[in-house]
Structure formats: C-alpha cells, structure tokens
C-alpha cells in the first residue's frame, strides 16, 4: 500500500505565500517524478510544476517566477513554495507521484502514478 498525503493548504491574503508539502509513504523502490496540479469547481485539472528525480523543474507559464518546486528525497517529500499569491490561484491543488514499485512474486519493476487527496489553497482579495 502506497499514498501521498498533502498539507500547508490554508488561506491567506493576495501578495501572501503559503508552502504546501507531499509526503510519500508505503512500500516502493524508489520516487521518479513529483508534480502538483490544482482544481478549480467546474474546470479542469491544471498542472501546477513538476520536478524529476534529477532536479529538473518545470512550470506552468500561469506560476513562472512566483511558485518553485524542491523535493527532499530522504524524507520521500515535495513542496511546492507560493509566493506572491492572487486570488486566481485558489483551488484544490493536489500532488502526483510517480514511484518505481516491486510487482510482488515476478521480480520486476513497475511505474505506479499516485495521487493525494488534495489540500484547498483561498486566496483573499
């Protein structure tokens, strides 16, 4: 059994920052990517940013230069810092987690794509 539960959600006021973090639990080899998206009620899913096991970032054009992403691999976490926060940037954001997992009794290796429960993100103007 494997999730990823986020915290930091909250709300806060336009030009505020909150950090939210994502943390890996159960049984798996190793984490490949790590990503966060968010939902607003009634449109889709958007991606937020992601970051690889090698460091690399990338981000939606909507966060560039407000948001960064950071893992720390011994704690199997993700963070997410927001910065400069507008109203336009409420919404349910939610992590995504690939992670490398033993198919039990073949000796073999997986991808398996895990998703958090989502943390709510209200931005006041």
């Known amino acids: 059994q494997v999730q990823v539960v986020e915290s930091g959600g909250g709300l806060v006021q336009a030009g505020g920052s909150l950090r939210l973090s994502c943390a890996a639990s159960?049984?798996?080899?190793?984490?490949?990517?790590m990503a966060w998206y968010r939902q607003v009620p009634g449109k889709q899913r958007e991606f937020v940013a992601a970051?690889?096991?090698?460091?690399?970032?990338n981000y939606a054009d909507s966060v560039k230069g407000r948001f960064t992403i950071s893992r720390d691999n011994a704690k199997k976490t993700v963070y997410l810092q927001m910065n400069s926060l507008e109203p336009e940037d409420t919404a349910d954001y939610s992590c995504?987690?690939?992670?490398?997992?033993?198919?039990?009794?073949?000796?073999?290796?997986?991808?398996?794509?895990?998703w958090g429960q989502g943390t709510l993100v209200t931005v006041s103007s």
């Open positions: 995504n987690v690939e992670l490398r997992v033993l198919v039990p009794g073949t000796g073999t290796y997986m991808n398996l794509e895990v």
């Open positions: 970051i690889t096991s090698g460091g690399s970032t």
């Open positions: 159960g049984a798996f080899f190793s984490i490949n990517s």
